[in-house]
Every structure is written in C-alpha cells, then in structure tokens.
C-alpha cells in the first residue's frame, strides 16, 4: 500500500470513528446503528496482507470498545479471532465478490455477537446481559448487511488493498 492509500485508509477510519460514536447515536436508536468497524475490518480481512490486517483488526476492536465503553479487551479479542478465521478461508474465495463481503459481514456479527456474549457471561456477573444483547441482534445483523451492500456498490470497493 502506497502512502496515499494509507492516508486516505487512516482518514476513512477516524471518519467512521467519528460517525459512530458522535453522529449516529443521536439520529439513530441503538440496536440500528451500524458497526462500522466491523465493516471495515471484515474489508481489512477479505483484501489486505496477514501481518498488517491482523495489526488493524486489534486495534479497530480496541478502538470500538475504548469509544463504546465496553470492557477494554472485549471486541479486539473478537476481532483478531474474527480476522483469523476469514483470513484462513479467504485464500480459498474469491474475495472480490460483492456478495461474500456481505455474507461476510453478516456471519462476523453474529459470530462477534456469540463471542461478546460468551465471554461477557463467563466474566461478569450481570443476570440480565443475554437479555438485552439477545434484542438487538436481528436489527443489527440486518443494518450491518444494508451497510456493507451499500459499500459494495461503490467504484472504490473493486480496489485492491494491497499490491500482491
């Protein structure tokens, strides 16, 4: 990646950062706000390098649960392992395919969703945590799957990440 490319990935990350965590929440309830961030790294997953895409997912997830004040730790751990696994099965997909980056997108929040909820289960003593994360995982899944096909559709998308 060219230092261009990388300027201009950087600011796209700091925009969704800033879109998530200042704009949509006043506009948009909740449980239909979209996880950007996700989104992003399932495209960092798909299309870029090993040792650079694994760097990002963690620190994409540190950022998501610094700004979302969840545990410290709880979505970067979901994201590496995340990352991990399409980056194991990714070389043998066609990854450029519109229609697997959405799929994608959809198996990653509810695999992130089962992840969040295992590990906040086994580690904090909260009864009614299954409760209110069970509510909001068909609205998300759907608004993270619009997201990511309206992504698809953009000239920019057909890009390469990296120069193999």
């Known amino acids: 990646m060219n230092r261009r490319a990388a300027l201009l990935f950087f600011c796209?990350?700091?925009a969704s950062i800033v879109i998530q965590v200042s704009l949509l929440p006043v506009f948009i309830r909740?449980?239909?706000?979209?996880?950007?961030?996700l989104i992003i790294m399932v495209y960092i997953?798909?299309?870029?390098?090993?040792?650079?895409?694994?760097?990002?997912?963690?620190l994409l997830g540190i950022a998501n649960d610094v700004f979302s004040?969840?545990?410290l730790g709880l979505n970067a751990v979901t994201f590496l392992i995340s990352f991990?696994?399409?980056r194991s099965v990714s070389d043998r997909l066609y990854a450029?395919?519109?229609?697997?980056f959405v799929l994608t997108v959809a198996g990653v929040t509810l695999a992130g969703f089962t992840m969040n909820l295992l590990l906040l289960i086994t580690f904090t003593s909260s009864p009614?945590?299954?409760?209110?994360?069970?509510?909001?995982?068909f609205p998300r899944l759907l608004v993270n799957a619009f997201i990511a096909?309206?992504?698809?559709?953009?000239?920019?998308?057909?890009?390469?990440?990296?120069?193999?």
Do not use: H, N, W
């Open 12 to 14: 796209l990350i700091i």
């Open 30 to 37: 909740p449980p239909f706000k979209p996880d950007l961030l």
């Open 45 to 58: 997953s798909l299309r870029g390098s090993f040792g650079a895409g694994a760097f990002m997912a963690t």
């Open 69 to 71: 004040g969840l545990y």
């Open 84 to 86: 991990l696994v399409i």
């Open 96 to 100: 450029d395919s519109a229609i697997l």
């Open 128 to 137: 009614g945590i299954a409760y209110s994360m069970l509510a909001d995982i």
């Open 149 to 164: 096909s309206v992504i698809s559709v953009f000239p920019v998308f057909e890009c390469q990440l990296e120069a193999s």
